[in-house]
């Protein structure tokens, strides 16, 4: 009888002990590519395509204008001992007049697409920080690490810990892709000095941090 007293006791003991414990502090770690998975979402994915739609006429036009400028340097070095000296200012003055239009149409293109795509992380980013929220306390995990960036105190992360695709998973299936849109053209920017810029071209998907299988 005294042994099922002590027994009950003590059992009485560890249940009032595990009461009173603190819960388990959450020790999981993860890592996310944000801006790979930005691009890769159906939403990413159709408003990069818009941008591209929208500004490669404009990119095709800095390009024809710059082989323009090739041509005229090509001439003027053809004619530089044949021609008069009337004729070769003249040349110089259209390469310089193509050369800063060149310079200007580039860098109002370039911050035009800057902008939309600010415009677009901001709006698919939102709305996928509530995925990863959800998904790493469902996970339990203490901590998520953005790799996006090539200044990311992560240098090597095994594969297992990578969640980019399950968010990528998880935003497509709530979003679709019927609320990101191509942003709206911004203001152009005031002309630059002038310059030798090339035309540029839409932002590529980043790339997974060195040492991450």
Known sequence: MTSVRNTLRLATLVAATAAFAPAQTPTKVAIINVQGAIVATKDGAKARDAIREKYEPRAKQIEALNNEIQKLRNQLATLANTASQETRDKI??????????????????????????????????????????????????????????????????????????????????????????????????????????????????????????
């Open 92 to 213: 110089s003055r259209e390469i310089d007049d193509k050369q800063k239009k060149l310079q200007w149409d580039s860098e109002d293109l370039q911050n035009e697409l800057q902008q939309e795509e600010g415009r677009l992380v901001n709006e698919i980013g939102q709305r996928m920080m509530q995925i990863i929220d959800e998904y790493a306390k469902a996970q339990g995990f203490a901590l998520v690490l953005d790799v996006s960036s090539q200044q990311s105190p992560v240098v090597w992360a095994a594969n297992g810990i990578d969640i980019t695709q399950q968010i990528v998973e998880l935003y497509d299936k709530r979003y679709g892709a019927g609320e990101a849109s191509a942003a709206k053209p911004a203001a152009p920017a005031a002309k630059p000095a002038a310059g030798s810029p090339s035309a540029p071209a839409p932002a590529a998907a980043p790339k997974k941090p060195a040492g991450v299988k």
